[in-house]
């Protein structure tokens, strides 16, 4: 399986899907809405919606329910993006070379896009119970999952903590780290897997299972990227490593080093991938995916 | 009825429900519990979810249900203060004689507290599903109302359009205008009563219904204040009267005139508790708290 070509057509594929749940009218709120299509459409991997697709499809899923909550979960996604950028959090003046938002449009429409957006995902999360075929109690669990996994409980309790830390300068110890990776990056990864399942009808077993496996591949993927900002290449990663050390940067490789790090790394991705095929369902581009994504060198 | 001892009574059963519903756990995330906790019960008159309530039952419901939708709509007029008081917005430093949240916790807390009380708003009206008794169908519902009413096409999309106005110094129209009271104040408003008629299982009609009455209300609401702010009697008021004119606010007043002005409250109010009136289930209070709303002197 050629897994960099495979990926890329799902992206596109995942792009159409978010693109086309962003609101496209006219009225005097006008600019929110290309401040909205401005943020989500400024490039991204759409690993998030790809790895929820590619859940339903493991446990059977095979209509366009899912579809909504892809879009949704790159809007929750990417509000927490624009909010990061924000002067009052990381103050960043570009994101993959354009524009952050608050740059674009200014601090005002910073804060509100990111509150737009994340108000929206809602919306079109919610409107999958206008799907054909829609199978209400699935689809409130899918939406149970999304708010859940992205509020003080999931991605904002992760954000809370990391941007205390750093504002405040506290020391970071091992559970803090393990803490912010496991909601900030984590969350959102389970979601995105969880929701796939439970929109294909996967029990409440599978669901934590699956919960699991996302827990697992989300840490092993921000371990990954502390170890190769020690020591990925500079040509491959399309940015500069060393960039933890300079900045001060408590990282997974600060407490167990770069060698029991990548051990880590191994026994995650490995207990992750066992979990997933005790499953009696299959979709081994999504094996694939996971390693990918965790062994990737950018 | 003493309508003003009647209203405080309920302001106080109203508070309790919204207090029973903030996050009270322990956590590396702590402070963000602290925050959200702070600003919530920073005072406010808990207007929405009494206005909801009533509603609720004025069309014969009875159980609990209401209340995570009671709290889920102060979160969210709340976290809309929250972002509004930052730098980057009002720049506000205390609100009914207290810091602001961004003052008392920083401006990245502020932020994030405005995220984390949006988000959890939503956890916590989805929690109604657990309700005994509940019916999902009329859960779903009222959620859809209040996501719809919250966002681009409600709530922040008033926002937008004022911040932008300002910020641009953009000459305001009186379309514009309207477009912003019916939005920014209305769409919430609306929301609480829509979302009352809807648990309690009213008609897709009846909730039109209601929707018309509380957009009505919402607009004379909004006039009035206005009003207040050229001939109100500040000791009553509490606040100085004047700042519409002195920070060249363009208001109903300006367009209209001040006689007009309250032509047009008289106006709105009549035919909202006329077409109240119209629905075949009765709450007395409601009607009497309708016209003290709007016919208010603070």
Do not use: W
């Not at 708010?147 to 504002?167: C, L, S, T």
């Amino acid at each position: 399986m050629d897994i960099k070509n495979e990926l890329a057509v799902r992206a596109e594929s995942a792009e159409d899907v978010v693109c086309r749940f962003l609101p496209d009218v006219e009225g005097f709120q006008g600019m929110i809405f290309d401040a909205m299509v401005y943020s989500v459409t400024a490039g991204g991997k759409r690993l998030r919606p790809i790895l929820m697709n590619e859940t339903y499809v493991m446990f059977g899923g095979n209509t366009e329910v899912i579809e909504p909550f892809m879009a949704a979960i790159e809007m929750i996604h990417t509000y927490s993006l624009v909010h990061d950028d924000l002067p009052a959090m990381d103050n960043d003046m570009l994101r993959r070379g354009k524009p952050t938002t608050h740059v674009a449009y200014g601090e005002a429409m910073g804060v509100l896009t990111g509150d737009a957006l994340l108000n929206y995902a809602f919306e079109t999360a919610l409107d999958a119970y206008d799907a054909p075929n829609a199978d209400p109690s699935t689809i409130t669990t899918a939406i149970r999952i999304l708010a859940r996994k992205a509020g003080v409980f999931g991605m904002i309790g992760g954000q809370v903590v990391d941007v205390e830390a750093e504002k405040k300068q506290m020391e970071v110890t091992e559970d803090m780290l393990h803490f912010i990776y496991e909601l900030k990056t984590g969350a959102l990864i389970e979601a995105s897997m969880m929701i796939g399942a439970a929109l294909a009808g996967a029990s409440e077993e599978e669901i934590e299972q699956i919960e699991s496996v996302a827990s697992k591949i989300g840490m092993a993927f921000q371990i990954q990227d502390d170890i190769l900002d020690v020591e990925g290449d500079e040509a491959v990663l399309g940015k500069p490593v060393g960039s933890d050390e300079r900045n001060h940067k408590v990282t997974y490789v600060t407490f167990a080093g770069i060698d029991k790090s990548k051990q880590e790394v191994k026994r995650l991705t490995d207990e992750a991938i066992n979990e997933l095929n005790s499953i009696p369902y299959k979709n081994e581009f999504l094996v694939e995916l996971l390693n990918y994504l965790v062994y990737r060198d950018n």
